[in-house]
């Protein structure tokens, strides 16, 4: 079992910057992949990042590719998402995800959830 706690989410103007965290529990963390995914008002929800265990392996949507960053410490069970030049689209609810694999979390499975983080930028 996996608990996932995000933080880190807030209001910022647009070409501003947020880092979000997201915090696990249980000693399975470092053996599973991590994701970000975020949900706008009136849409679905979509990936953005994911990690490989041991930080091999990234992904990215194309959104978001050249302006955000995923991160993890193993030793912390905590990975993040650094958000530079953040536009108004961006603006949505943040979630962290956990499987064991990162193209699972790519395609959008995930065995695990977080409660979420809202982001807002504003223009």
């Known amino acids: 079992q996996v608990q996932l706690v995000e933080s880190g989410g807030g209001l910022v103007q647009a070409g501003g910057s947020l880092r979000l965290s997201c915090a696990a529990s249980?000693?399975?963390?470092?053996?599973?992949?991590m994701g970000w995914f975020r949900q706008a008002p009136g849409k679905e929800r979509e990936f953005v990042a994911a990690?490989?265990?041991?930080?091999?392996?990234?992904y990215y949507a194309d959104s978001v590719k050249g302006r955000f960053t995923i991160s993890r410490d193993n030793a912390k069970n905590t990975v993040y998402l650094q958000m530079n030049s953040l536009k108004p689209e961006d603006t949505a609810v943040y979630y962290c995800?956990?499987?064991?694999?990162?193209?699972?979390?790519?395609?959008?499975?995930?065995?695990?959830w977080g409660q979420g983080t809202q982001v807002t930028v504003s223009s």
């Open positions: 990690i490989s265990w041991n930080s091999g392996i990234t």
């Open positions: 995800a956990a499987h064991p694999l990162s193209r699972s979390l790519r395609a959008g499975v995930a065995d695990y």
């Open positions: 249980g000693r399975t963390f470092s053996s599973n992949a």
